[in-house]
Structure formats: structure tokens, C-alpha cells
């Protein structure tokens, strides 16, 4: 598909274990976004990458969060020694170069921390 | 720093009247601004945006909004509602003089419509 692709859809991790959630954004996109949407809670943003320019990290809310974006392309978040208030959708989004283009949302990862 | 603003949680609106969904903003600069909806389990979709021009923006399902410079908003509007307009709406902004790529979500405004 030409969408923006998660993995894995559902993740379900104990608290204190580390978590990896991988994102595919669309091809040729040079933007790259992450969100936590928690339960009936609005989009926090999280980061951004903007091809090689260094990401904008003023969303993360602990240094347990970390994202990298490896050759442009695939993305990913890792949550260390998760805690069950991370839990939460987590989603990603991708944007052409242009900064007055719209995102593009994946269907995000349900994350659920016990 | 950029913030978006939507003072309502939930907006009810009977099938057929109008519906507005407000939205405030504060940029450093000028603002692009955007709405996006998200039906139920289903992804964030685009509906519209505003990046310069004329104030008023046609969208996608016959949505538009009102780009108002002095009050800061970007209201969104619907001159008739359906039931299916029910969903979980999205105003953002992002600050278009910075040439910055981050974009800031309010906390969305959820939309009933009765029939």
C-alpha cells in the first residue's frame, strides 16, 4: 500500500520492559512525525524529523522515549522501562517537503503497559 | 511557542442544522492551520487547510472554515450536519514563519449529530 504503515498494531508489554514500535512512512516524504493519543485525550506530539536536519525532540516527556530515523525512511520509538501510563495509541505521520503540506496518519499502535 | 485551543469537549447538533467547532491558536509568526477528523476506529484524515489567501476554506464532506487573523481562530463549520459528521475532530497549527516542520493538535472536540 502507498499509506503511512505501524508495527505492530497491538503491543502488550509488562511494566519495566522496553518497547520498539516501527513506522513506514510514505515514500518520498520528507517529514516524519510521532504522537501519543492517550484515552480520550487529544494528539501530544512527541518529535519530528525533517530529512537530515536534526530531529525536533521537545515533545518526548522523559529520556525513557528515544526515536531514530534511519536512512530517511523507517522510524523508530522505543520506550524504555515502560510504565503503565505510557500506555496509550501511538501514532505516526509523514508530510512532503513542503512545510504547508498536510500529514498523512498511520493506524497507529495500541500500546498497553501492565 | 505554538498551542491550539478547542474549548469544547463535545459539540450536539440535531441532523440538518448548522455545527461550528471552535478553534483558537497562538504562533510566534503566521499560522498554516489544519482540521483533520478521526472517525471511529479509523485514522486521522485531512479536511482542510489554511495557508494564505482568501480567509474562508472549502474542505473535504462540505466542510469549511474561517480563517480570523485578530481572533485568532480557525473555526470550523458545517451549513447542514449528518449523522455521519459524528466523530472526533482535530484543529492544528503550525507556525509558517519559523519554515519549521512541527505541528501542534488540540485536544479535539468530540461531535454528536442527532437524527
Not at chain 1, 508495527?7 to 509488562?14: A, D, I, L, W
Not at chain 1, 492517550?38 to 506530539?45: P, R, T, V
Not at chain 2, 482540521?35 to 476554506?57: A, H, S
Amino acid at each position: 500500500g502507498a499509506g503511512v504503515s505501524q508495527s505492530p498494531s497491538n503491543k502488550v508489554t509488562e511494566k519495566g520492559k522496553d518497547v520498539e514500535l516501527r513506522c513506514d512512512p510514505i515514500s518520498g516524504h520528507t517529514a516524519l512525525y510521532w504522537y501519543r493519543q492517550s484515552l480520550g485525550q487529544g494528539l501530544e506530539f512527541l518529535i519530528y524529523f525533517q530529512g537530515n536536519s536534526a530531529p525536533d525532540k521537545s515533545g518526548l516527556p522523559s529520556d525513557r522515549f528515544s526515536a531514530e530515523r534511519t536512512g530517511g525512511s523507517v522510524s523508530t520509538l522505543t520506550i524504555q522501562r515502560t510504565q503503565q501510563e505510557d500506555s496509550a495509541v501511538y501514532l505516526c505521520a509523514s508530510s512532503p517537503s513542503a512545510t504547508n503540506e498536510k500529514l498523512f496518519f498511520g493506524s497507529g499502535t495500541q500500546l498497553s503497559v501492565l | 511557542a505554538q498551542s491550539v485551543a478547542q474549548p469544547e469537549d463535545q459539540v450536539n447538533v440535531a441532523e440538518g442544522n448548522p455545527l461550528t467547532v471552535k478553534c483558537t491558536y497562538s504562533v510566534s509568526g503566521n499560522p498554516y492551520l489544519f482540521w483533520y477528523v478521526q472517525y471511529p476506529n479509523r485514522g486521522l484524515q485531512f479536511l482542510l487547510k489554511y495557508i494564505t489567501g482568501d480567509n474562508l476554506v472549502k474542505g473535504s464532506y462540505g466542510f469549511e472554515a474561517e480563517f480570523n487573523k485578530s481572533q485568532t481562530s480557525f473555526h470550523l463549520k458545517k451549513p447542514s450536519a449528518l449523522v455521519s459528521d459524528s466523530a472526533l475532530y482535530f484543529c492544528a497549527v503550525r507556525d509558517r514563519d519559523t519554515g519549521g516542520f512541527k505541528t501542534i493538535f488540540g485536544a479535539g472536540t468530540r461531535l454528536f449529530v442527532k437524527a
